[in-house]
């Protein structure tokens, strides 16, 4: 019961700070620790939507192509072990290949808080017109 509620927590805490990183990157702030309540308080009320996203993000880039490209391979090792082999090799490299992936949906992630948070898109888009 207590590594269930401590699982629970850590991924509480995890989906608070889901978007540190674009906030240090993005945002001019006096410190960097102030990323961290900064991506607290834009996360507040979404962290089931963060955890989502970061699921499918994580099952689409790393989990799906490496076992689709594993179980091919372990069907054509029988007939073909060179071929089997680079499906294998594939299986391992394709992740790596898409880990920038999930950096841009972090981001995008990042983004779209802050739009339904601060009207951030009606911020740029009075910017433009010389509103604001």
């Known amino acids: 019961m ?36 900064r991506s607290w308080e834009l996360t507040r009320d979404f962290k089931l939507k963060v955890l989502g996203l970061a699921v499918v993000a994580f099952l689409l880039c790393n989990i799906l192509p490496s076992q ?8 054509v090792m029988k007939t073909a072990p ?13 992740p790596l290949i898409l880990a920038p992936v999930i950096a841009a949906v972090i981001t995008l992630m990042y983004y779209d808080l802050r739009v339904r948070r601060e009207a951030f898109d009606l911020q740029v888009l009075g910017q433009r017109l010389g509103i604001v």
Request: net charge negative; charged share 5%; with cysteine.
């Open 2 to 37: 207590l590594a269930c509620a401590a699982l629970w927590f850590t991924i509480f805490v995890a989906c608070g700070y889901g978007v540190t990183t674009p906030v240090v990157v993005l945002e001019e702030l006096g410190s960097s620790f102030d990323a961290f309540g």
């Open 68 to 75: 689709v490209l594993q179980g091919i391979a372990n069907v």
């Open 82 to 94: 060179v071929a089997g082999i680079v499906l294998t090799v594939a299986a391992v490299i394709l």
